[in-house]
C-alpha cells in the first residue's frame, strides 16, 4: 500500500465551529507532515511529525492543532478559523533519513488534501 | 538557506512538442532535488528525483531531468507532451527535515 489518504475531501464549517482533518499512512512510515496550500501557490509546511512526536512547527496559530496518535495516523484538530484559511490542506509521510549535518533526503509521498472552505 | 527558483509562471507546449522546465536551486552541500506534479484539487505526485551518481534521472510518465552543479540547475524534460501532462509543476530541495518548494510552473498542453 503505497497511499496516504486524508478525509474529508471536502469541510465547510463556519468560524465557530471544531471539526478535524484526518491522515493515515500505512507505509511503515515514521515521518509526517501537514501542509497548506493556497490557489495557485507551493505547499506551505505547517507542521512535522517524526517518531509521533512533533518535530517542526513552522510557528501556525493555535486554532490548528496537530494529533499523532500513531505511526500511521495523524490528525489536524480546527478550532476558530478564520476565512482567510480557507485552503487546500495536505498531508505526506515519508522514510525518516537524517544525514550527518541534519539534511535529510526525505521523498514524501502526499495525500489527495482537503479543500476546507471557511464561512 | 536553501532555496529553489523556478523562473516560468506559466509555459504554453503544443502537444507532441518537446518540454523542459527550468528549476534552479540554491544549497550548500549536495543537494537533494525532486520534481513533483499536481492536478488541479488533487495532491502532489513524484515525478523523479535526485540523490546521487547519474546526473541524468528517469521518472515516470516518461519525465527526465538533468542535475547540472556548475549551473545549480535540474531541468526537467520530456520528450514528447500529452494533453494529460497539463498540471502544476513543483521543483524542491530537501531541507532539515522538509522540502522546501518553488514557485510552481503551470504547463498547458495546446492541440
Known amino acids: 500500500d503505497t497511499e496516504v489518504t486524508q478525509t474529508p475531501k471536502h469541510l465547510v464549517m463556519g468560524m465557530t465551529n471544531k471539526k478535524s482533518l484526518k491522515c493515515e499512512q500505512h507505509?511503515?512510515?515514521?515521518?509526517m507532515y501537514w501542509y497548506k496550500q493556497k490557489a495557485k501557490k507551493p505547499p506551505e509546511l505547517m507542521f512535522v511529525y517524526s517518531y509521533e512526536k512533533l518535530s517542526i512547527n513552522e510557528s501556525v496559530p493555535s486554532r490548528f492543532s496537530p494529533e499523532c496518535p500513531n505511526s500511521s495516523l495523524l490528525n489536524l484538530h480546527l478550532h476558530a478559523l478564520q476565512p482567510e484559511d480557507s485552503a487546500l490542506y495536505l498531508c505526506?509521510?515519508?522514510?525518516?533519513?537524517?544525514?550527518?549535518?541534519?539534511?535529510?533526503?526525505?521523498?514524501?509521498?502526499f495525500g489527495p488534501g482537503t479543500r476546507l472552505t471557511v464561512l | 538557506a536553501q532555496s529553489v527558483t523556478q523562473p516560468d509562471i506559466h509555459i504554453t507546449v503544443s502537444e507532441g512538442a518537446s518540454l523542459e522546465l527550468r528549476c534552479n536551486y540554491s544549497y550548500g552541500a549536495t543537494p537533494y532535488l525532486f520534481w513533483y506534479v499536481q492536478s488541479p484539487g488533487q495532491g502532489l505526485q513524484l515525478l523523479l528525483k535526485y540523490f546521487s551518481g547519474d546526473t541524468l534521472v528517469q521518472g515516470i510518465k516518461g519525465f527526465e531531468a538533468e542535475f547540472k552543479r556548475s549551473q545549480s540547475s535540474f531541468n526537467l524534460r520530456k520528450p514528447s507532451v500529452h494533453w494529460s501532462d497539463a498540471a502544476e509543476y513543483f521543483c524542491a530541495v530537501a531541507g532539515f527535515q522538509k522540502l522546501v518548494f518553488g514557485t510552481g510552473t503551470r504547463l498547458l498542453v495546446s492541440p
Open positions: 505526506a509521510s515519508s522514510q525518516v533519513n537524517i544525514l550527518a549535518g541534519g539534511s535529510s533526503y526525505n521523498e514524501q509521498f
Open positions: 507505509m511503515g512510515h515514521r515521518a
